[in-house]
C-alpha cells in the first residue's frame, strides 16, 4: 500500500511515549508536569457556561465564507480591526494550514523560529511546504538570531512565523526586532494565542501585531488559550498591512475559507457569552501561572526568564533523565529537543500543572 510522502514514513512512538504508556497501563500515578489542558487541568468553569450553545440562532445554518458576521464582529471589536479583515477558522492549525495554501506552492519554504511549537513542521509537511529555522538566543532574554535569517533565506522563501509570545520560551518580540523583521519585506505570520497570559513582559516588548501596517500580518487567536475552552473549536486570524496586499490576500482566502467553511454554527452565535468567561478563566490560569513559576525559581534550579505564557524552561538538565524520571520517579516532562533546541540541556515544564502535581514533581526532579 503506497502512501503520501507528507505524512512520517515512521509511526512508532518515541521511547518516552512508549514508557509512558507502560506506566499508565501499569496503573502508576503520573506526576503530568507536560499538562497543557485547561479542562484537565483543574480549572473551574461557571455552571451553565455551555447554555449558550443551544440558542435557535445555531440550529440555523448560514454558510459564510470568513464566518458569521455578528461573529467576526464581535472579534473586531477586541482588536480594534475592521470588520472586513477578520476570518473565522476552526483552530490556528487550521488557519496555518490555509495561510500555506494562500501564500506558497509546493516545495515553497516558511521560517520558523527554534526553538518553538514542533507541530509547524507537521502543518507545512501537509501543505507540502518546508520548514526551514531561525534561531532564538538567550542572553537574559530571549532574542531573535537576525543573521539566522538572513542565512535561511532563499527564493523559495515566502513567510515567517512568530509566535509571541513564545511556546516553550514565554519570551514576546521587542519594539526593534519587529522593524527588522518588517524590513525582510515578507508576509508575518504572528500567532498571539498566549498574549493574555503576561506574566513579566519587559518594557520594550511587543504584546500584539495587530496595528502593524509596513507589512503583511496574519494575527491569529482563537479560544482555545483566550478562554481555556479547546473542545469549542473557534479561532481567528486579522489581516493587516499595506491596503493593496489585504484586499488581496483577502480575495484568495475567501476561496479557501469558502472550499470548507468549517467553523461551527453554534460556537459562532456562542463568542459573545464564552468571551465573558475570560474573567474568571484567565484569573484562575495567571493565578497558577504565577504560583508554580514562584515556586520552580525558589527550589534553585536554573529557570530561564519567562514573560508570558504557560510553560517554564529549565537550563542545565540531563535531557537524558527524562525517561529515567518518568520509569523511576513517575515525573513527565519533556525534553528540549521536543521543541528543537539547538543545543541539549534543557527540560520543559507547563506552569499551568495543578500545584500539588507541579511541587511533588519538581522536589522529585530534584532528588533525582
Known sequence: MRFSDRLPRELRPNALAE????????????????????????????????????????????????GLLPAREIVAREYGAPVDRVVLTASTSEAYSWLFKLLC?????????????????????????NVRHYNLFYDHGWFIDFHSIEQALTARTRAIVLVNPNNPTGHFLRRHELSQL???????????????????????????????DDALVFTLNGLSKTVGLPQMKLAWMIVNG??????????????????????????????????????????????????????????????LDVEGGWYAVIAGADEDSVIPLLRDR???????????????????????????????????????
Open 19 to 66: 514508557c509512558l504508556r507502560d506506566k499508565r497501563r501499569s496503573g502508576a500515578r503520573i506526576l503530568d508536569l507536560t499538562e497543557s489542558n485547561p479542562t484537565q487541568a483543574g480549572i473551574e468553569y461557571p455552571a451553565g457556561f455551555m447554555d449558550s450553545l443551544a440558542s435557535e440562532a445555531a440550529a440555523r445554518y448560514s454558510p459564510e465564507p470568513f
Open 182 to 212: 518588517a524590513a525582510f519585506g515578507l508576509p508575518i505570520v504572528s500567532d498571539e494565542v498566549f498574549r493574555d497570559y503576561a506574566l513579566q513582559p519587559a518594557p520594550d516588548s511587543v504584546m500584539t501585531l495587530r496595528n502593524v
Open 242 to 303: 499595506p491596503p493593496g496586499a489585504v484586499r488581496e490576500s483577502l480575495a484568495r482566502l475567501e476561496i479557501i475559507a469558502d472550499t470548507y467553511l468549517s467553523a461551527g454554527t453554534p460556537v459562532q452565535c456562542a463568542l459573545a457569552s464564552l468571551l465573558e468567561l475570560r474573567g474568571p478563566v484567565q484569573g484562575q490560569i495567571l493565578a497558577r501561572l504565577r504560583s508554580n513559576l514562584d515556586f520552580l525559581r525558589s527550589t534553585g534550579l536554573r529557570v
Open 105 to 129: 506552492n509546493p516545495g515553497d519554504e516558511v521560517l520558523v523560529p527554534r526553538p518553538s511549537y514542533p507541530l509547524f513542521e507537521f502543518l507545512a509537511a501537509l501543505e507540502s511546504v
Open 330 to 368: 513517575d515525573v513527565l516532562v519533556q525534553p528540549g529537543y521536543f521543541y528543537d533546541f539547538e543545543r541539549p540541556g534543557y527540560l520543559v515544564l507547563s506552569l499551568l500543572t495543578p500545584p500539588d502535581v507541579f511541587r511533588e514533581g519538581v522536589r522529585r526532579i530534584i532528588r533525582a
